[in-house]
């Protein structure tokens, strides 16, 4: 039975197995599949190799068959990046719960545990630098044709690639007196929603909606013409991202996906709250905008001055926290992220020294707080 569509996996659980990861993937798109797919091969194939005599689910065991797998990917040359490694043991461990059920064999569920997966790495946010972001937008705009506008689309929206070349034509609404906002359609989370746009991105989308018009193609309902798919569309302008990155002297890979961040930095930066800017950004989680959200020391020392010029006794109290409109538990568990994340951001403008070594014991201290924090429930 083939599970990759370059080439078939002969083993016995192969056909299993790809019923597990059609089950588990119905409702996923096509790259997040894909992963699960490319999972099941390695394994089945370490398998195979290393284990030929394993020919039915219950003879499955932890050791040698899962742990001998993990070692496996430990020894990869080159090594294996943290995420990835973290990234395929999720996807065996989705798989084998889904094969316990399915096949009535609860012991497949605990091959994998959840101790198994090491730590995930720090994300650093990737907006793009101040200098940078007023570079490529001046580029764009002096170029003024179809990519660079889909560009400053993406950066003045937020929006995913995929979303962008997913977009309708109509994708504009008129929400109220001079107040417009966009739709973007169903994304990576399986998610839509309405973005509120000023008239400068009014303006873009009927720049796009005229270079439409000059399109061969007959209208398809999208705002943009794809004439040999999606995926080539977005190879195509991630392309042209590159030859602007260029042109302007950025020696750095830049790629779209960090207008998004650099979109949801600039929100934070205008007080939009978090739970404004999940909305904006489609999240259904607070500690994944969190990834996206850069606060440097500069932005910390602007508010630290700015609370400071307003003394407490002139300032109404605000009845709830302003970290976010939530209550109860999800609240709390917002009130945490927060605060790691403003710890983390102030921690690493210091040099290495007893301070910054401080700050990093606290910033895991929270870590297990918000990890006891999300076990609870209202009840408790």
Request: charged residues 25%.
């Given at each position: 039975m083939?599970l ?20 588990l ?12 797919r ?8 370490y ?16 050791d040698?068959?899962?742990l ?5 990917l430990h ?10 490694y ?6 065996l ?9 399915s096949a009535q ?14 730590r ?20 764009l ?8 506008n ?13 979303e ?15 107040r ?11 998610t839509?929603r ?6 400068f991105?009014?303006e ?9 018009s ?7 309902g999208?705002?943009?013409s ?11 302008l ?7 990155s ?10 779209p996906h960090?207008?998004?961040h ?12 978090l739970p ?5 950004l ?8 969190m990834?996206?959200i850069?606060v ?6 602007r508010?630290?001055h ?8 002139l ?11 939530r ?5 709390v568990i917002d ?20 301070p ?5 014991r606290?910033s ?8 006891e924090?999300r ?6």
């Amino acid at each position: 039975m083939n599970l990759s569509r370059y080439v078939p996996v002969e083993h016995p659980l192969a056909l299993q197995f790809q019923r597990a990861v059609e089950s588990l993937t119905a409702g996923l798109v096509y790259d997040s599949a894909r992963q699960y797919r490319g999972t099941v091969r390695n394994f089945l194939i370490y398998l195979g190799d290393d284990h030929p005599a394993v020919c039915s689910l219950d003879q499955l065991r932890r050791d040698p068959h899962i742990l001998g797998w993990f070692n496996q990917l430990h020894s990869r040359t080159p090594p294996l990046a943290t995420a990835v490694y973290i990234s395929r043991l999720m996807h065996l461990r989705c798989i084998l719960e889904e094969l316990a059920w399915s096949a009535q064999l609860p012991g497949l569920a605990r091959l994998i545990r959840r101790e198994d997966s090491p730590r995930p790495p720090q994300r650093i946010p990737r907006a793009l630098t101040a200098q940078q972001d007023q570079l490529i937008q001046q580029e764009l705009l002096s170029r003024n044709d179809l990519p660079a506008n889909v560009f400053l689309l993406l950066r003045h929206t937020g929006m995913r690639i995929g979303e962008c070349a997913d977009i309708s034509y109509d994708c504009l609404r008129n929400v109220g007196p001079d107040r417009w906002a966009i739709h973007v359609p169903l994304g990576k989370l399986k998610t839509e929603r309405m973005v509120p746009v000023d008239s400068f991105v009014c303006e873009l989308v009927q720049r796009l909606r005229f270079f439409r018009s000059f399109d061969p193609l007959p209208l398809d309902g999208r705002l943009l013409s794809r004439p040999h798919g999606k995926q080539a569309l977005i190879k195509q302008l991630r392309f042209y991202l590159q030859e602007v990155s260029a042109a302007v002297g950025i020696s750095t890979r830049i790629v779209p996906h960090q207008l998004r961040h650099t979109y949801a930095s600039e929100m934070v930066r205008a007080s939009v709250s978090l739970p404004a800017v999940m909305k904006l950004l489609g999240h259904t989680d607070p500690e994944m905008t969190m990834r996206y959200i850069e606060v440097t020391s500069h932005d910390l020392q602007r508010e630290f001055h700015l609370a400071h010029s307003k003394p407490r006794h002139l300032t109404p109290q605000p009845k709830a926290p302003t970290i976010s409109p939530r209550i109860g538990l999800d609240g709390v568990i917002d009130s945490l992220l927060f605060s790691q994340h403003a710890m983390e951001m102030f921690r690493r403008s210091l040099p290495d020294g007893l301070p910054r070594r401080c700050l990093d014991r606290l910033s895991n201290r929270l870590t297990k707080i918000l990890s006891e924090a999300r076990k609870l429930t209202p009840s408790a």
